[in-house]
Structures are given as structure tokens and as C-alpha cells.
């Protein structure tokens, strides 16, 4: 039956959306596996880059509950648990009206969370942590498969980690490249005027699958995973006991979306979206991914398991040194900086993906002085 309801979930909901949001294949897979894993997906980036809109077109191409709200530091409780009801209340009881309020939703997404006043992230801790919605001698238990959240910044206030550490994957969404323009314009307007497809998928039918992934054998790769996660902590990730835990469903949701009933090395991709800055990107990416690259053997891996094409570090020095040497020939327009900052951004990204060391430390920085001076 989790054979069944993977095979809808991929041709119905993700196969889709792929085609439909050029370049956001990485986050769509994430929603997936967010999804059957039962945990939580932070998406981090500028405005306009359809974080919001991946999230709702997701949801509402399942069958289920979805609630949606945009927060700021003077949102209230009742604008996302519901109101108090007035009728009981005069009867000397306390309780909520929740039709159509979170503690009814399966798929809830919070835009810009970390706006939110004490009051509401108290709340929110149980509701991540335990499925659990109290006021006074209420409680409620939550039918919630996943919250989705998003935003430009990252918290910087220390009471707001607690929450931030609730989600165990952190995707930054940045915007598309300047060769993905045209595709993207086709693409959107076919989106602004299409509606949402049928499917036959529904939000039970999540919830059967993320009942199968405690079925799923982790003792092949519990192994390589118990080692990584001393690396990860050693690249100042504050990666604690409890995620290491935790993050253990993501590898098994992994597996689970392959077809897989053993998960294997190729699952350890999931650990690429565990970082807590967004400079610990890169060198937890490449950590990564080099131990991907000891086991591309393995059959049926997810499609993010996948690696990028060999990078050429010569070549990349050569064309920053073209950069480098327009830069100084004059004094570029405002069109032409920006053409060369998008240039040298790629140039970082594709510096990431160098194998050596030292090769990939020296890019970098050259990447980073060049990116400073376009301003």
C-alpha cells in the first residue's frame, strides 16, 4: 500500500508542481519528505522567490485541512488558535472556536514566523514538539501532518532558537538564474492561469505513509550516520543529541520515497538541510556530499542524492579572472554590475562543489572579495 500511495504522491502532487515552479525541485522534494517524515521545513530567502506559493500549491493538491497566516509582532493567539466562544463562556467554560483555525489544519504554513509576539510562541513550541494545542483545560490534539514556515532572516534573539531548532530542515531559496528567466515566465503564467489539479491523494494517505516509516531498517546506515554527526558538530552546527535523533525519520522518509524498506547511505542527502547559519551552507554541503560520492552505487536514491557535475577549478579561476578584468576596465553601468554580480554568485555556488580543499577555500575567498567590491 506505501508503494501505492509513493507512486501517487510522486505522478499526482510532486512530478507536477515540478514542471510548474521552474528550478524548485529541491523544495518540492522537501515538502515531500517533510511530509511523510511528520517534521517540520524552514524555507529561507528574499521575497519573491515563491517559498509561499510552493507551500500553498502543495497542500491544496492533497486532499486535507490547510490553514495559512502570515504573522507580525502584533498578531494574537486568537488569530491562529481561534477565538474564545462567547456562548460557552457565559455558561462559565473556557473553549475555543478552532473551525478553520490551526488546531484543525493538516498542512499549516506560518509566513514569517519569527515575527511573532511570546504569547503565540509558547504555544507553537507545543504544537511542533508534541501535536498539542492547551488553553486552560483544553487540549487538543492536533490532526497537523507538517507546519511549513518562511521567511528572509534568520532569528537572531536567543529566545527564538528554541523554536528554530524545532525544524529539522532549513532549505534557503534564492532567486533563479538569469538563463531560467524565460522558462520561468512561460511557467508562471500557465500557473497564474491554471487551476489547481484533481488528485486522488489525500491527507490519510500522508499519514499512512508516515506510520510506515518507523517500519523502515536504519541499521545499515546507522553506522556512517553516528560518525557524521560528530563532523557536522565539528563544522559548528549546534547539532544536538536530539536532532541527531530526530533527523534519523528523515532518513527513513527518504528511503520510504525511494521504495525503499532499508535505508542506506545514498539517505544521508537529508543532512545537507540541517545548518543553522547561513555560512555553514557550503562546508556542510560539501561534507556531504563527499560521503555521497563513497557510496553512488547504491540503487534507487533519491533524486537529491544525486551529485553535480565535476567542477573545473582552473576553469573557474580563469573566469573570475575575466570578471576580475572587466571590473577594472571602466566604469560599468548599473545593468552591467549587476550581470557581473549574478556571474560571480554562480561562480561562489559552483566553487562549493570543488573537491580539493584548499581549491575550493581559495575560490571562495576570491569569490567573496569579488562580490564585496560589485557591492
Not at 517534521?39 to 490553514?67: C, D, M, N, W
Not at 527564538?160 to 538564474?177: I, N, S, T
Not at 553601468?333 to 577555500?361: H, P
Request: proline residues 4%; negative net charge.
Amino acid at each position: 500500500m506505501s508503494e501505492e500511495f509513493v507512486k501517487r504522491l510522486r505522478q499526482e502532487v510532486v512530478d507536477p508542481l515540478k514542471s510548474r515552479f521552474v528550478g524548485r525541485d529541491e523544495v518540492i522534494d522537501l515538502i515531500a519528505l517533510a511530509l511523510v517524515a511528520g517534521e517540520h521545513l524552514f524555507l529561507h530567502g528574499p521575497p519573491g522567490t515563491a517559498k509561499s506559493a510552493l507551500i500553498r500549491q502543495f497542500a491544496t493538491s492533497v486532499h486535507g485541512h490547510y490553514f495559512e497566516y502570515m504573522l507580525t509582532r502584533f498578531s494574537e493567539p486568537n488569530e491562529i488558535f481561534g477565538p474564545i466562544d462567547l456562548v460557552r463562556l457565559r455558561e462559565g467554560t473556557v473553549a475555543t472556536v478552532t473551525s478553520g483555525m490551526l488546531p484543525e489544519a493538516e498542512f499549516v504554513f506560518l509566513d514569517e514566523l519569527f515575527n511573532a509576539n511570546s504569547a503565540i510562541l509558547n504555544n507553537l513550541l507545543t504544537v511542533l514538539n508534541e501535536r498539542v494545542y492547551r488553553r486552560g483545560i483544553e487540549t487538543h490534539r492536533l490532526p497537523m501532518l507538517s507546519l511549513f514556515s518562511a521567511s528572509n532572516h534568520l532569528p537572531e534573539d536567543e529566545a527564538l532558537q528554541a523554536l528554530f531548532d524545532r525544524f529539522l530542515l532549513r532549505c534557503h531559496v534564492g532567486p533563479l538564474r538569469r538563463e531560467a528567466m524565460p522558462q520561468l515566465l512561460t511557467a508562471g503564467w500557465a500557473l497564474e492561469q491554471a487551476k489547481v489539479a484533481e488528485t486522488s491523494l489525500s491527507a490519510g494517505n500522508l499519514r499512512e505513509l508516515s506510520r510506515r516509516v518507523y517500519a523502515v531498517d536504519l541499521t545499515q546506515v546507522s553506522p556512517s550516520y553516528a560518525e557524521v554527526v560528530f563532523k557536522i558538530r565539528d563544522l559548528g552546527i549546534a547539532y544536538s543529541d536530539r536532532r541527531a535523533v530526530k533527523v534519523m525519520k528523515l532518513l527513513a522518509a527518504s528511503a520510504l520515497l525511494c521504495g525503499r524498506e532499508q535505508a542506506t547511505a545514498s539517505d544521508l542527502w537529508v543532512l545537507r538541510y540541517v545548518w543553522d547559519r547561513e555560512e555553514q551552507i557550503d562546508s556542510l554541503t560539501a561534507l556531504i556530499n563527499g560521503i555521497l560520492e563513497q557510496h553512488q552505487e547504491d540503487l534507487q536514491k533519491h533524486p537529491l542524492a544525486a551529485l553535480p557535475q565535476q567542477v573545473d577549478g582552473e576553469e573557474i579561476a580563469r573566469q573570475l579572472d575575466a570578471l576580475d578584468q572587466e571590473l577594472k576596465d571602466g566604469k560599468p553601468t548599473l545593468t552591467v554590475l549587476a550581470r557581473l554580480r549574478e556571474r560571480a554568485t554562480e561562480l561562489a555556488d559552483k566553487s562549493a562543489w570543488i573537491k580539493d580543499q584548499a581549491g575550493r577555500k581559495h575560490l571562495l575567498q576570491r569569490t567573496s572579495q569579488l562580490l564585496e567590491r560589485l557591492g
